[in-house]
């Protein structure tokens, strides 16, 4: 028998957790389906285990996700129907009763829901970075370091280098120099003349001063501490026999070298549009952001009638962004559903709005001084860009040459996103190193199609579904 | 710009008509559409079949059996002059039954065929359920025997794709991704094909478009009854060697990936994945092959074939407009052999109807 429900909440971040709050606050239900065992999403992993186990790290770990407690609060004391450790890997959408199928496993098990409405609340991963010898060990993500940090407190021992730019490199090095963890060099990749650029965007992230004031506060942090900076960084390569050992990269034409045991990379976050392009939706290429996102209205209803995208997966804007968008989209559930009038709706809504008006100030003030990297379209030719199943950029190249016309053909041709990963991981550089060889803008290069399940799991798990 | 050929369509059966047209030193264009087209090219299984190819037209079963005994050295062919590996084997095949009703079906398809006249002898046989798990050990309890063919083969269609379009380019061949072909006016001599980015001429113009063809087919006097047909494949995670065997709906690739087909549905031009037929596939699969529960399933795709309503090849030259021909089937793969190095050559005779009278659409006409 299947479970059928009137919303169907996908993640458990600021998002969607807010979506929840909503929903619930007015007398709705919702099932919440998370991948992780309980609520915060990215930003606010592990917020309620850290406060309760090792509340002496929120010190360090900073007042942003000691933010996330507020929500996990409510979220835990009114969503009856949270599932975490859900992980969705296909959603059916059934034209002709406007209903949806979602399928997700469960510690093995694979079930299925019927649901009217959907909130997609995926947030976004960190951008893949190729850079010759990024598939060696010891080369990682910042986000990656951060999360096993907020999970466990456990981080990379040995010679540790941070290289990229964007507010996680800011953060991690301020929560690392903060819980007494070195840090032997900063390589900053931002291109020289960002900041006088971004000031053009100070007055209106002033309306989100806060944030101004804590990157000030971070930036400081690091200034005052000894951790070597490298500005304007170009050309990084990593090597090492067997692992990470070597990395070189220029200076101002200058070339560097030092000797590391982890790298951790990190160019700003990505939308996560698996289940979005699952779906088929429209995407729009944001040429500020450098990647793919759905096609959302003001209250983050895609092109598919009763499908809300909200939070960092319809685009990038931060957690607090997030939080007024999962609300708006609740509450036009809410109303949908007859459980709120119109007029109630359009107050909250107007509310909500305003204030995420405020907090996108800061967008293209901080889009601006940290700017998605544009030469990813330009590694090397040796620079592996699919890993699972070794494709290198001279590859993707060569057959742009023979006539390749978009990523699905250079999968066919290639492999290239064919593996384990499915192509999460190589697809945005698949558009971009397509882009630059065929000369098209990337919206017009495209993106690789995605077909269920958006996550691996065992035959057998599908031949018992049924059974469930 | 004006060639001998112009190919509207760059899959498998485009692609390897002109790889046999410039090797005899013709000149090529090939017209193709965009990234996002429907392409079963892209979404087919790889079998190199022979077993169950022409219940019904013997001509058929001796086609697929030429294209079969010609793929190896095709195989050869390309790897020489592309270095591409394609991944041609030719191990045999077994159709696995899991029911006596399956059986049966298969015993009658083979008394059938055998009854036909001059069909070449394609060494097909039932055996035991037992013979086919000493012959293949991984088979389960389940299955009741099997039709087993030793022509049976497989081949990586996406590769032999790559390797016929590398070695077409290195050969002069003139490729044009993004252009939809939207008109075919035929001129006094040869035609003159309208895409959304300009147009182009030609002596002779080959409909090798898939389920494209049909429309095509009218601007030159063809008449083209194919349909789309709906298949799911479904893709497991890689694993070691699995097989002895080529096992009909499951194939292990070079890569280790275990693909698991086939679906059949009339569904028109979509192609949306359909859980239910993902879930039919795998069920099937891991009933023949136990083993196979543990693997994750990776990917799944569907693709549209074309069909004909009975199911075999078109190949025709217009009788109003001569110089425009029509190849389609839905079996580019086994045929790519065939198709590059027999029917090619024919392309530039003066009697194609009639070396290919057996495949002509009128056919249809009769019944």
């Not at chain 1, 957790?17 to 007015?26: G, L, T």
């Not at chain 1, 933010?67 to 004391?77: E, Q, V, Y």
């Amino acid at each position: 028998m299947t479970l059928c429900v009137d919303v169907v909440i996908i993640g458990a971040g600021p998002a969607g957790m807010s979506a929840s709050n909503m929903i619930h606050e007015y007398g709705g239900r919702a099932v919440i389906l998370d991948e992780q065992s309980e609520p915060g999403g990215q930003i606010y992993k592990a917020i309620d285990r850290v406060m309760r186990d090792r509340p002496n790290e929120l010190s360090w770990l900073g007042s942003a996700y000691h933010d996330g407690a507020r929500l996990t609060k409510k979220f835990r004391s009114q969503a009856k129907d949270y599932q975490p450790g859900s992980m969705v890997w296909h959603i059916e959408c059934r034209n002709l009763d406007g209903l949806y199928n979602i399928f997700y496993s469960q510690a093995g098990v694979s079930k299925k829901i019927e649901t009217k409405y959907i909130v997609i609340a995926t947030g976004a991963m960190e951008r893949p970075v190729p850079i010759p010898g990024w598939t060696l060990p010891g080369v990682m993500t910042v986000g990656a370091v951060q999360s096993v940090l907020k999970n466990s407190g456990m981080y990379p021992s040995g010679k540790l280098v941070l290289a990229g730019a964007g507010p996680l490199v800011l953060q991690l090095a301020s929560q690392l120099i903060g819980a007494g963890i070195s840090i032997l060099a900063i390589l900053d990749t931002s291109p020289k003349g960002s900041f006088l650029k971004a000031l053009r965007h100070f007055p209106r992230a002033l309306f989100a001063g806060d944030y101004l004031y804590k990157g000030w506060n971070l930036t400081n942090k690091i200034m005052q501490s000894n951790i070597k900076v490298y500005r304007n960084v170009t050309e990084l390569n990593a090597s090492g026999d067997g692992r990470l050992q070597n990395l070189s990269f220029k200076v101002n034409e200058t070339k560097h070298c030092l000797k590391a045991d982890t790298l951790a990379l990190h160019e700003g976050i990505l939308p996560n549009v698996q289940l979005t392009r699952l779906l088929d939706l429209e995407h729009v290429w944001s040429p500020r952001q450098r990647s793919f996102s759905p096609v959302v209205n003001s209250w983050g209803e895609t092109s598919l009638s009763g499908v809300f995208v909200v939070g960092d997966g319809a685009g990038v804007s931060g957690a607090r962004t997030a939080e007024y968008s999962g609300a708006i989209a609740g509450i036009i559930i809410l109303e949908r559903l007859e459980y709120i009038k119109e007029s109630q709706r359009d107050l909250i809504i107007e509310d909500r709005k305003f204030r995420r008006l405020l907090d996108e100030g800061i967008r293209p003030f901080l889009d601006t001084l940290f700017p998605a990297p544009e030469r990813i379209g330009e590694v090397p030719d040796k620079t592996i860009i699919c890993r699972c199943e070794e494709i290198t950029a001279a590859e993707i190249r060569e057959v742009v040459k023979k006539g390749c016309s978009g990523p699905n053909q250079a999968k066919a041709f290639l492999r290239c996103g064919m593996g384990i990963c499915q192509g999460r991981m190589c697809g945005t550089s698949v558009t971009e190193v397509m882009s630059k060889a065929l000369e098209k803008k990337p919206a017009d290069v495209g993106a690789f199609r995605v077909r269920p399940p958006i996550k691996p799991l065992s035959l057998e798990e599908i031949v018992t579904l049924n059974d469930n | 710009m004006t060639s001998d050929f112009i190919v509207i369509g760059g899959g498998l059966v485009g692609a390897a008509v002109s790889y046999g047209l410039l090797k005899l030193g013709a000149t090529v264009t090939i017209l193709d559409e965009g990234d996002t087209a429907f392409r079963a090219s892209r979404g087919n299984f790889g079998l190199v079949w022979v077993q169950s190819k022409g219940d019904g037209m013997h001509e058929y079963a001796t086609w697929s059996r030429e294209s079969s005994d010609l793929w190896p050295n095709f195989a050869e062919l390309l790897v020489e002059e592309t270095g591409i590996n394609v991944g041609h084997h030719r191990p045999g095949g077994l159709e696995l039954c899991l029911d006596e009703a399956e059986y049966m079906d298969f015993e009658n398809s083979i008394n059938r065929m055998h009854n036909q006249p001059n069909v070449a002898e394609n060494g097909r046989r039932m055996i035991s359920g037992d013979e086919v798990r000493r012959m293949e050990p991984s088979v389960g309890p389940e299955v009741v025997g099997a039709s087993y063919c030793p022509y049976d083969g497989i081949v990586n269609p996406l590769y032999t794709l790559r390797a016929l379009h590398q070695k077409c380019i290195e050969s002069g061949l003139i490729y044009r991704p993004d252009h939809e072909v939207k008109k075919i006016i035929p001129q006094i001599r040869g035609f003159k094909i309208i895409t959304n980015e300009g147009y182009f001429l030609s002596d002779k113009v080959i409909l090798a478009a898939g389920n494209g063809n049909k429309a095509l087919g009218e601007f030159v006097g063809l008449d083209i009854p194919t349909g789309p047909e709906r298949g799911h494949i479904v893709v497991t995670e890689r694993t070691s060697p699995l097989f002895n065997y080529v096992l009909g709906a499951i194939r292990q690739t070079d890569e280790g990936t275990v693909m698991l087909g086939a679906t059949k549905e009339n569904v028109g031009f979509d192609s949306g994945f359909n859980f239910e037929m993902a879930a039919k596939i795998i069920d099937k699969a891991v009933r023949k092959i136990p083993a196979l529960k543990k693997l994750r399933m990776i990917r799944s795709w569907s693709a549209l074939r074309i069909m004909s309503p009975d199911g075999f090849p078109i190949y025709e030259e217009s009788s109003n407009f001569p110089g425009a021909f029509v190849i389609t089937c839905h079996s580019g793969v086994t045929l790519a052999a065939a198709h590059a190095l027999k029917l090619a050559p024919e392309l530039l005779g003066n009697d194609f109807n009639g070396k290919f009278n057996a495949f002509s659409p009128k056919r249809f006409d009769v019944r």
